[in-house]
């Protein structure tokens, strides 16, 4: 192994201070000998020179002074540990030696310590190791069971490493179910038009037989199916949410007695038949829904027959509910019944087991504020791994998502953040974060992605695998190159 530096100083049980002979960046590993366990993981964690020049002397170097700086590469790293007999990782139960050499780790203790695994039946291949050629593969089941946060800032990568992600789970055969504000996904049918290269082995495919494309205004998004909810299985409570009428000791009892009137004359009733037995109807109350129930009507969501829930989640595939175009309120309002439908459902096991991903996930579950959609999405954080129904959130601002929710996500694919707020915010969700680690999220390149979870015990990092499919999210041009 290849020598890069000695310890030296005070030596913790999970930390030790080297002085440094070889390049070497931080993030790297390290291997050090154990004199009980043998050969152990750590990693460099942070790298700083130190020299005898001072402020003064600074200002007076000329060039030919270059030689004269006498200056030390000083590293601190991270102890990870070592497998034992039983398979299990481990801390040394002494500290290193100081004195003692730090080699650079060669990729057998690295995958062995890692836990990193090649070809799995439940693995999911998001990259490679940074500067290694060991895949990283995420565990499926840990993903559904216990839901997934991708951050990162705005042109971060953030749709292009869940695109990856989403390839990964229609190979397997996971029901997906994928809220897309922008109209993003729709490209995971077309295979890539270029090529990943041969080193992380990845071929162009499309997934067009496993994608279904609906949307509640097909005038915006023509490839999608129409998506609708319908009047006759919608409770009045429920349509209070639609109408965003929070009071309900004030508008249910007056609601319950329009509908019940239209009922009784018209039993295939629509939202407009509603509305004409509000106008007609006196008071404030009346006149209040009246005006709600016009809301209702013009967004065309409730109709006498809704989109059938065995269209929308299909065992295996991938349902894209593209809301390109629509209106916030009208966004909040989907999601709020769909995530509802899907909950209840699940609960019942009247649909598979299935993985709910929300795009711009801080507008549907915001930290301050309400959106209609907030409750039915902390239920599902809080309780839907018990049911099978996994939970994704994708934000560019995790400091404006709900903490509640983000706090429930034990794996995280985290690209680069620079925001403070943000980076707070991240460092609070996630045990086992180092400073080190936190500051280097704010440099990472594009393409380059920290992962905790997801079936591994130490964060990594990991370089992002080309997609096998096209992209639907790069930025648009607006001035020719």
């Given at each position: 192994?290849?020598?890069?530096?000695?310890?030296?100083?005070?030596?913790?049980?999970?930390?030790?201070?080297?002085?440094?002979?070889?390049?070497?960046?931080?993030?790297?590993?390290?291997?050090?000998?154990?004199?009980?366990?043998?050969?152990?993981?750590?990693?460099?964690?942070?790298?700083?020179?130190?020299?005898?020049?001072?402020?003064e002397h600074a200002g007076q170097l000329t060039p030919a002074d270059d030689g004269v700086v006498h200056e030390n590469l000083l590293g601190e790293a991270r102890i990870i540990g070592y497998r034992d007999e039983q398979g299990l990782v481990k801390l040394p139960t002494m500290p290193f030696r100081p004195g003692a050499r730090a080699y650079r780790a060669e990729e057998p203790l690295i995958a062995e310590v890692l836990?990193?695994?090649?070809?799995?039946?439940?693995?999911?291949?998001?990259?490679?190791?940074?500067?290694?050629?060991?895949?990283?593969?995420?565990?499926?089941?840990?993903?559904?069971?216990?839901?997934?946060?991708?951050?990162?800032?705005?042109?971060?990568?953030?749709?292009?490493?869940?695109?990856?992600?989403?390839?990964?789970?229609?190979?397997?055969?996971?029901?997906?179910?994928?809220?897309?504000?922008?109209?993003?996904?729709?490209?995971?049918?077309?295979?890539?038009?270029?090529?990943?290269?041969?080193?992380?082995?990845?071929?162009?495919?499309?997934?067009?037989?496993?994608?279904?494309?609906?949307?509640?205004?097909?005038?915006?998004?023509?490839?999608?199916?129409?998506?609708?909810?319908?009047?006759?299985?919608?409770?009045?409570?429920?349509?209070?949410?639609?109408?965003?009428?929070?009071?309900?000791?004030?508008?249910?009892?007056?609601?319950?007695?329009?509908?019940?009137?239209?009922?009784?004359?018209?039993?295939?009733?629509?939202?407009?038949?509603?509305?004409?037995?509000?106008?007609?109807?006196?008071?404030?109350?009346?006149?209040?829904?009246?005006?709600?129930?016009?809301?209702?009507?013009?967004?065309?969501?409730?109709?006498?027959?809704?989109?059938?829930?065995n269209d929308l989640v299909q065992k295996g595939d991938a349902t894209l509910v593209n809301l390109r175009g629509v209106a916030p309120d009208v966004q909040e309002l989907v999601v709020a019944r769909l995530a509802t439908t899907l909950f209840d459902n699940r609960k019942k096991e009247k649909i598979p087991p299935l993985?709910?991903?929300?795009?711009?996930?801080?507008?549907?579950?915001?930290?301050?504020?309400?959106?209609?959609?907030?409750?039915?999405?902390?239920?599902?954080?809080?309780?839907?791994?018990?049911?099978?129904?996994?939970?994704?959130?994708?934000?560019?601002?995790?400091?404006?998502?709900?903490?509640?929710?983000?706090?429930?996500?034990?794996?995280?694919?985290?690209?680069?953040?620079?925001?403070?707020?943000?980076?707070?915010?991240?460092?609070?969700?996630?045990?086992?974060?180092?400073?080190?680690?936190?500051?280097?999220?704010?440099?990472?390149?594009?393409?380059?992605?920290?992962?905790?979870?997801?079936?591994?015990?130490?964060?990594?990092?990991?370089?992002?695998?080309?997609?096998?499919?096209?992209?639907?999210?790069?930025?648009?041009?607006?001035?020719?190159?």
């Open positions: 192994m290849e020598e890069v530096g000695r310890i030296f100083g005070d030596v913790g049980l999970g930390q030790f201070s080297l002085s440094l002979t070889r390049p070497i960046e931080r993030g790297d590993y390290l291997a050090v000998e154990d004199e009980l366990h043998g050969r152990v993981l750590c990693q460099l964690d942070d790298l700083k020179r130190k020299s005898d020049l001072d402020l836990g990193l695994k090649h070809h799995t039946n439940t693995g999911a291949y998001v990259g490679l190791l940074r500067n290694h050629n060991l895949r990283v593969e995420l565990d499926i089941n840990q993903l559904v069971q216990r839901h997934v946060s991708v951050l990162a800032k705005t042109g971060g990568g953030k749709s292009y490493l869940l695109g990856v992600l989403i390839e990964e789970l229609l190979r397997h055969k996971v029901t997906c179910v994928i809220i897309d504000p922008h109209g993003e996904y729709g490209s995971l049918r077309n295979p890539s038009e270029k090529s990943g290269g041969p080193r992380f082995g990845v071929q162009a495919q499309g997934f067009a037989r496993q994608i279904h494309e609906y949307s509640p205004d097909v005038s915006l998004n023509p490839g999608a199916k129409p998506l609708t909810f319908s009047l006759r299985h919608t409770d009045p409570r429920d349509l209070l949410v639609f109408m965003g009428l929070t009071n309900v000791k004030t508008f249910l009892g007056p609601l319950k007695e329009i509908i019940e009137r239209v009922g009784a004359t018209t039993p295939d009733f629509t939202v407009h038949d509603l509305v004409r037995a509000a106008e007609a109807t006196e008071g404030a109350a009346a006149e209040t829904l009246h005006e709600r129930l016009e809301y209702v009507e013009q967004t065309k969501l409730l109709g006498p027959v809704g989109t059938s829930l993985f709910l991903v929300i795009e711009e996930a801080h507008n549907f579950a915001p930290q301050q504020g309400a959106a209609t959609c907030s409750r039915i999405l902390k239920n599902i954080a809080s309780e839907g791994r018990k049911f099978g129904l996994g939970l994704c959130v994708v934000t560019q601002r995790a400091a404006r998502i709900d903490k509640s929710v983000l706090s429930q996500c034990n794996t995280q694919l985290i690209l680069q953040v620079t925001n403070p707020l943000d980076l707070r915010a991240i460092a609070q969700s996630i045990e086992g974060l180092t400073a080190g680690m936190t500051e280097m999220i704010q440099s990472l390149p594009v393409g380059t992605a920290l992962i905790t979870g997801g079936g591994y015990h130490t964060p990594l990092f990991c370089e992002v695998r080309p997609r096998a499919t096209r992209h639907g999210g790069e930025s648009v041009q607006i001035v020719a190159a």
